[in-house]
Structures are given as structure tokens and as C-alpha cells.
């Protein structure tokens, strides 16, 4: 979802869409706290992998692609976070998981 789309969605589809990112973090974060998963400052980012930079960054967050899909997360660095931008998330799976109340 862009941002010019996330702006475009009225008031209740705003506030589904933030309970359901909230719903992604805590239970990421109970799994982290578990020892589940690794601690991001042992990890490289992804992104600059793949660029093949010739310094690996040190990843300095997991990104969400999906957040319905929580423990699907990938290191990176600040700069790449930025750079995917929001996560996607539709209507439909709004729908298909109950969020979608309106």
C-alpha cells in the first residue's frame, strides 16, 4: 500500500489497518522475547546483499511485507526500510480475517 493509498482510505479502514500492523508487532515481539529469533544486530541487511556493496550493513530492523503473515520478516537497514515503503495489505484479507468491520 502507498501512501497516497493508505491517505485515500477513510477513517475506519485507517484504524483496521494500524490494529492489524499492531497485532503483527506484539506477536513478533513475543517471539523475540522467546529467543525465537535472532537478535537483529547479528544480522546483515538483505538488501545490500543483494547489491553486493562491498561493506555489508549491519541490519537495524526485521521488515514486514505482510502482516498478516507476522514471522515473515526480513533484516534490513534503516535506508532500505525506508525505501520499501508500507506493507502490502488488501480489502480482502481485511475481510478474510475479520478486521474488516465496515
Known amino acids: 500500500m502507498t501512501r497516497k ?43 545490500c546483499k543483494a547489491l553486493r556493496y562491498p561493506r555489508l550493513v549491519q541490519a537495524t530492523c526485521y521488515d514486514h511485507r505482510d502482516y498478516f503473515e507476522p514471522f515473515n520478516v526480513e533484516p534490513v537497514c534503516t535506508w532500505h526500510n525506508i525505501m520499501r515503503g508500507y506493507a502490502t495489505i488488501t480489502l480482502d484479507k481485511l475481510k478474510l480475517f475479520g478486521w474488516y468491520f465496515y
Open 5 to 47: 493509498e493508505y491517505a485515500e482510505l477513510p477513517e475506519a479502514l485507517r484504524h483496521d489497518y494500524v490494529a492489524v500492523k499492531r497485532f503483527a508487532g506484539s506477536q513478533f515481539g513475543y517471539a523475540r522475547s522467546a529467543g525465537k529469533l535472532t537478535h537483529i544486530r547479528t544480522l546483515h541487511c538483505v538488501d
